[in-house]
């Protein structure tokens, strides 16, 4: 646990209301902490200092969080590390044995010839992570509901997590079922009366891209003020994870529909992408804070995950991408293109000021890494290839999605961390 606030520190937080110099440099330190794996807990009066920083009068900390059964080790920062091999305990489960991988993540099973991407764990500087136990994991969600909300990156990690759990579970004792036009996930473990669900909204808010089944539309637009749309589905979970991201990297601006998709003519504007996406941020900690108890639930936030799709960001050939990559990126500070840092500023500022406390899976950086890790051809086609595009795989690579077993199971190894020792 790091050392809390001096009294001091917190007349600064106290005034900041008061002084938007005050404000703008919190926001900085909550952003700079965002990019660098900085642990904290997006609460205006919980930001955390510096480990080892001499410290004053402490003041009165809130209650420990739900489901939390200890503490990370002090001054540790888990989502600063490296890659280190592992051929013990790697993979964590095997592709064939997990019967809910959906067949975009199968990559032994379309072909991949290799298995290396497998064989690697995340090593923290100078402490551990606590190994995941899927029997606790279980146990603590008896009788409670876990649900992923956002795009087919969450949805890979919910995926990567009931492989961690099902063959705990007899075969007659779990089910998994698709509800509300594919929107609605549902994977349910009877004896545990328990439910880990996936939700369907790239954008948090209510956009043109809804549809779970037909949402390849490159004209984007998300509709301001319409979490509820999808809010009213996730009332009643104990657990939320959320994410979303590259739904908006349209460019460099967004359309935001003001009023309803229902109405003939519509009024929809175009703002810069950093300003949509803190409307939607704001969107999602205000349904956070009016539907969520703080005593009893937990809500996560799993950061930008990287594309591998310039092979020119890692020093590699013009054109060249993630196909073909077998080795991960030495370079501890590399931090690819495609993952906006003005994105992870607006997620700070936004969060700072969150009166719910979110704890953020920081799992962009650990994730820069690996460009071996990435679906790439091994998976299904949905449509058939042409001549060109099999003369030239680069051309079809999937360079935003990760094979499992694999990197998402450790962004689940994060989020156990985080949930039971924060």
């Not at 001549?387 to 999937?398: F, G, H, R």
Request: aromatic letters at 12%; glycine letters at 6%; one cysteine or more.
């Amino acid at each position: 646990m790091k050392p809390p606030l001096s009294s001091s520190s917190s007349a600064v937080l106290r005034k900041a209301r008061l002084s938007p110099y005050v404000f703008t440099l919190l926001a900085f330190i909550v952003f700079v902490s965002i990019l660098y794996g900085e642990d904290f807990m997006c609460s205006l009066g919980q930001l955390e200092p510096t480990p080892g920083r001499a410290m004053s009068k402490p003041v009165k900390r809130r209650g420990k969080l739900a489901f939390a059964i200890g503490k990370g080790e002090e001054g540790c920062d888990i989502f600063s590390g490296r890659w280190v091999r592992d051929e013990l305990t790697r993979p964590l489960y095997e592709e064939s044995e997990c019967p809910y991988i959906q067949p975009q993540l199968t990559c032994q099973e379309h072909g991949r010839p290799d298995k290396d991407y497998q064989k690697w764990r995340w090593q923290p500087h100078g402490c551990d992570l606590p190994s995941f136990n899927a029997t606790l994991m279980l146990e603590t969600l008896r009788g409670k509901r876990m649900m992923f909300v956002g795009d087919s990156l969450n949805r890979g990690q919910y995926i990567s997590m009931i492989c961690l759990l099902h063959k705990l579970i007899p075969d007659d004792q779990k089910s998994m079922k698709t509800h509300k036009n594919g929107s609605l996930t549902i994977f349910k473990a009877r004896d545990y009366n328990t439910s880990i669900e996936f939700y369907w909204a790239p954008f948090l808010l209510e956009s043109n891209a809804d549809n779970a089944i037909v949402h390849r539309i490159s004209d984007r637009v998300v509709r301001k003020g319409s979490i509820n749309k999808h809010g009213k589905n996730w009332k009643g979970v104990d657990i939320l994870v959320f994410n979303t991201y590259l739904w908006w990297m349209t460019g460099l601006e967004m359309k935001v529909l003001k009023g309803s998709f229902e109405e003939e003519n519509k009024e929809i504007i175009e703002v810069s992408t950093e300003e949509a996406y803190g409307m939607g941020m704001r969107s999602m900690l205000r349904w956070v804070r009016k539907n969520m108890d703080r005593k009893k639930t937990r809500v996560f936030f799993t950061s930008m995950s990287p594309t591998h799709a310039k092979g020119i960001d890692w020093g590699g050939e013009q054109g060249e991408n993630c196909y073909n990559q077998t080795t991960m990126i030495e370079d501890p500070n590399y931090w690819g293109s495609d993952s906006r840092k003005s994105i992870m500023k607006v997620i700070g500022e936004v969060f700072s000021k969150s009166k719910y406390p979110i704890t953020f899976l920081n799992i962009t950086q650990l994730s820069n890494y690996r460009k071996d890790a990435h679906t790439s051809i091994y998976k299904k086609q949905w449509n058939p290839l042409t001549p060109e595009q099999l003369a030239n795989p680069i051309s079809y690579a999937d360079c935003t999605h990760w094979c499992l077993p694999g990197l998402q199971d450790t962004w689940n190894e994060l989020l156990f961390a985080k949930l039971f020792y924060p």
